[in-house]
């Protein structure tokens, strides 16, 4: 069963932990005028999510659905929820709607560029353009500038059960999923380019609050400080 906690005011983690990977797909709701979706999760996981949605908002009223990159944790279950809520629409990153977007979904994406603004009603979201950041060229992520939460996809992946929420240091437990990862049968999960430093650093810039995380606890504090030890740990990590 999926769980849900508030992470941020009226953001919500929900939650499903999968033994048999040995980590948890987070799910993100955003309570507002025009509710948002980040991350669908898997097409299997639809029915348990869309429960867990109902209790925050009527699912059939989803406005917005966006993700990171695609993949299946991403966005797997976009046109089931593209069925369920008629209005709804997929803001993705222009990227994504180019190379899988119009092809994948039942219908067309609303591409953002990078630094365009979607607004929710309260919330307003920044597109963040992160090519190859956590992975994948189509690769971006969402910030909302009232409260600072950055929406970071794979990024500070941790493994295991979790709490929803956590302001101890997701360093030690992220890097020591990047080594399991970057040297087990996944191999090269993220990769580390000349880019992805300053990639990290404009997220940084950011000053984000609250990270929301798709593997593992939401981390609450200096978000700055920790996208930059990220780097640090990537670099260590994934550039070898
Ligand atoms: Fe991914
Ligand atoms: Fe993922």
Not at 41 to 68: E, N
Request: charged residues 20%; contains cysteine; proline residues 6%.
């Amino acid at each position: 069963m999926a769980t849900v906690h508030e992470i941020a005011p009226d953001v919500f983690r929900i939650s499903t932990m999968v033994e048999q990977a040995g980590l948890g797909f987070n799910q993100f709701l955003v309570r507002d005028e025009k509710p948002l979706l980040f991350h669908t999760g898997l097409k299997a996981m639809f029915p348990d999510i869309k429960k867990a949605v109902a209790t925050l908002i009527d699912p059939t009223k989803l406005a917005y659905i966006s993700y990171s990159h695609f993949e299946q944790d991403e966005c797997g279950s976009a046109n089931e929820w593209l069925a369920t809520a008629p209005q709804a629409k997929i803001a993705c990153g222009f990227v994504a709607a180019m190379v899988n977007g119009y092809d994948a979904f039942s219908r067309p994406p609303q591409p953002l560029n990078d630094g365009e603004t979607l607004k929710t009603g309260k919330f307003s979201f920044k597109m963040i353009a992160t090519p190859q950041v956590p992975h994948s060229w189509d690769a971006c992520m969402l910030f909302e500038e009232k409260n600072g939460t950055l929406f970071c996809s794979d990024l500070f992946h941790q493994n295991g059960k979790t709490e929803a929420t956590t302001t101890n240091d997701i360093l030690p437990s992220v890097r020591e999923a990047m080594m399991a990862y970057n040297d087990g049968p996944f191999g090269h999960y993220m990769p580390w380019t000349p880019r992805t430093r300053g990639t990290l650093q404009k997220l940084a810039a950011l000053k984000p609050q609250t990270l929301a995380v798709m593997h593992g606890a939401a981390y609450k504090g200096d978000g700055a400080k920790a996208l930059n030890a990220l780097a640090d740990v990537m670099a260590e990590v994934c550039g070898k």
